[in-house]
């Protein structure tokens, strides 16, 4: 069982800048792909950015490409997702997510692919 904790959301201002922090329970987290999700009031839930298991292959989704950037860092038991050029459109409970199970080393866009999932962090940007 992997527990995963969400950190760093808030209210921030458009076009400011904020990091997200996911801290993971896990001994084997440099084995767990990586991704981040996202679920604004009244729509479905959507996929944001992914990492292999080796903290290569970031791969984003194209309403966050350019603006948003995942790292990991096995020694932490950590990954991030930092948000630059903030817009109210990006407001939105962020979950991050863990699969321990990928045979590819690349990360994924598929939320059936991933087994553990935090609690999710608010995020709220004011226009």
């Known amino acids: 069982q992997v527990q995963l904790a969400e950190s760093g959301g808030g209210l921030v201002q458009a076009g400011g800048s904020l990091r997200l922090t996911c801290a993971a329970s896990?001994?084997?987290?440099?084995?767990?792909?990586m991704g981040w999700f996202r679920q604004a009031p009244g729509k479905e839930r959507e996929f944001v950015a992914t990492?292999?298991?080796?903290?290569?292959?970031?791969y984003y989704a194209d309403s966050t490409k350019g603006r948003f950037t995942i790292s990991k860092d096995d020694v932490k038991n950590t990954v991030y997702l930092a948000i630059d050029s903030l817009e109210p459109e990006d407001t939105a409970v962020y979950y991050c997510?863990?699969?321990?199970?990928?045979?590819?080393?690349?990360?994924?866009?598929?939320?059936?692919?991933?087994?553990?999932w935090g609690q999710g962090a608010q995020v709220t940007v004011s226009s």
């Open positions: 997510a863990a699969a321990p199970r990928l045979s590819h080393p690349y990360g994924s866009m598929r939320a059936d692919e991933y087994d553990y």
């Open positions: 896990t001994r084997t987290f440099n084995r767990h792909t």
């Open positions: 990492i292999g298991w080796s903290g290569g292959h970031p």
